[in-house]
């Protein structure tokens, strides 16, 4: 996330944790705690300032514009985070959470308890990922958000991929498949979530 990003995932993290550590800001925000301490400099130029008293908290309640959203709205925004496929992956199911709390820390009073209640209301899957797919799964959305070109490494060592585009990601059933674009042909090359062991970003890239 941008530091703007992070600063705003700051404020709303205490609104909603009200008192954290320094060790428990850096993990939340994946960054340093050097960055942590910089980002506290800008809230306070911010004027929005902090006690400590053994953890960090706001000196005084922020108010940001409340989101406005249809009860019908709540319950799609529930349901889809609730139900989503990426609750399998361990890291998703991180940023999920993550996505969450900055919802619920912007609503007030009924609306975010009817939101509250979908979030928590729907069954999520049991079922996770193993470490090695939830990495490889990891490695293919970063390169999608940064437009990476990636190696693509599977595990027969015939027809590896080496210097495409991840482009979307298809759910059917209990089969994941991740779609790649080949740069010298331009045609897609969809390949199953388990049948990848690695994917590396190009250097340079």
Not at 18 to 42: F, N, W
Not at 85 to 107: D, F, H, R, T, V
Not at 122 to 140: C, H, M, Y
Not at 167 to 195: M, P, Y
Request: with cysteine; proline share 3%; aromatic share 6%.
């Amino acid at each position: 996330m941008t530091k703007t990003e992070r600063l705003l995932f700051l404020i709303n993290l205490f609104r909603v944790r009200r008192s954290l550590s320094l060790g428990e800001l850096s993990s939340e925000c994946d960054v340093s705690r050097r960055t942590i301490y910089r980002d506290m400099v800008s809230l306070s130029a911010m004027n929005i300032n902090l006690n400590y008293d053994g953890k960090y908290r706001l000196a005084n309640d922020i108010t940001l514009p409340p989101l406005s959203f249809t009860r019908d709205e709540q319950e799609i925004i529930g349901y889809c985070l609730a139900d989503s496929a990426l609750i399998k992956s361990p890291k998703m199911q991180k940023q999920i959470k993550s996505i969450e709390l900055k919802l619920l820390s912007m609503l007030k009073g009924r609306a975010r308890n009817d939101l509250n209640i979908h979030l928590q209301g729907s069954t999520r899957p049991v079922e996770q990922f193993t470490g090695k797919e939830d990495a490889i799964l990891s490695q293919f959305l970063n390169a999608v958000f940064r437009k990476q070109s990636v190696d693509v490494r599977l595990n027969n060592g015939i027809g590896n991929l080496n210097d495409v585009i991840p482009k979307t990601l298809e759910i059917k059933g209990k089969i994941w498949w991740l779609n790649f674009l080949k740069k010298t042909t331009s045609k897609q090359k969809r390949v199953r979530l388990e049948k990848i062991i690695s994917i590396v970003p190009r250097v340079g890239q």
